[in-house]
């Protein structure tokens, strides 16, 4: 059987991706999918349409909501959730150096880097939390930085954003399924499994 | 055992208040809660923060995104959908009637009004949709239409709007429980009944 490939678009800001990026590969491991890792920005997305921050920022009850909404699913999954002092973080180091790592690295870095975001409220635009992240799972962190800013990654990333956008994506989390369906919000993996027909 | 109420805010023009509306009866008394009904106008609250329409039209991706997602609910739950023609309807009509219904027969006509609107793609602003409705439910349309237009009525409906906007209500469907925790979303009625705990 092949397995099927959902695509896991996501903005290290993101709550919501945060949320599923600690139960994605779990989730997958139990329907057989595979899981493609897509960080983008959501910033340019954000500004394409008119807008200057995060809707959580830009619509105060809509922020209010969500970190409310946040601590109660966390509660529930029998998660810590800290909201870090500056919100929306900048994502851009974070975002490069998950494509930096590769394949083999990019799922336990990425979960890592939300974990020390969300769940410790470290501000994960500064390089020595991003450090700490990439030492923890035994890569070199002086090597991936130095490859992080390497013309290719930063065109990766870029094409990143543009796909997303291309594809139609205003938000993350967001899951592609193989013939194209979006799915966005944690709330939807679930679906978005399940219409993968793994 | 004092049963839990727990209120149902929406506004006639919204897609997923309409997945909420026609679901909402079996699952509170499968948990043995009430339900109470707060038809309210999301354009004052929209407008306050300097929306001019519905997200679904200022933001295309995401306006096309919820017409696909509302789709694969709606079939996921044996209904049809129909997307009608004027997206959002002019809802106010319909949410003066629904207050002028009494507590009797506010659920059945509101049921019956989104049903028109998103399972016919009727246009819920046009008077012979709504007689239609009420006729349906054994009301008399006439009168029911001429005490719609009474200013307690007009006052009960700006006092809906006003409360939902001080409660920190953005979108709808939102569901209050009586401890005043606020659920955003057609995919938070479960929660928001379990919250509860009728």
């Known amino acids: 059987m092949r397995r099927s490939v959902i695509e896991f678009w996501f903005d290290f800001a993101s709550t919501y991706s945060w949320l599923s990026a600690v139960r994605i590969e779990a989730l997958a491991q139990a329907s057989d999918c595979a ?35 946040i601590s109660r699913i966390a509660t529930a999954r029998q998660r810590a959730f800290v909201m870090p002092d500056a919100f929306p973080a900048n994502s851009l180091a974070a975002a490069r150096l998950a494509l930096a790592v590769g394949d083999d690295d990019i799922a336990a870095f990425t979960r890592r880097v939300f974990e020390a975001q969300f769940e410790s409220g470290a501000d994960i635009s500064q390089r020595p939390v991003l450090e700490a992240v990439l030492q923890s799972i035994g890569l070199d962190a002086v090597a991936i930085f130095a490859a992080s800013e390497a013309a290719a990654v930063k065109d990766a990333l870029r094409g990143n954003t543009a796909k997303a956008q291309s594809l139609g994506i205003f938000g993350a989390p967001t899951f592609v399924t193989a013939d194209g369906e979006l799915f966005w919000g944690d709330d939807r993996l679930e679906q978005a499994i399940a219409w993968a027909r793994c």
Chains 1, 2 share one sequence.
Do not use: C, E, H
């Not at 960080?39 to 921050?53: C, D, N």
């Open 35 to 69: 899981i493609s890792w897509r960080p983008f920005l959501l910033g340019p997305i954000f500004k394409a349409q008119g807008w200057t921050s995060s809707p959580f920022n830009l619509y105060p009850a809509k922020g209010r909501y969500m970190v409310r909404d």
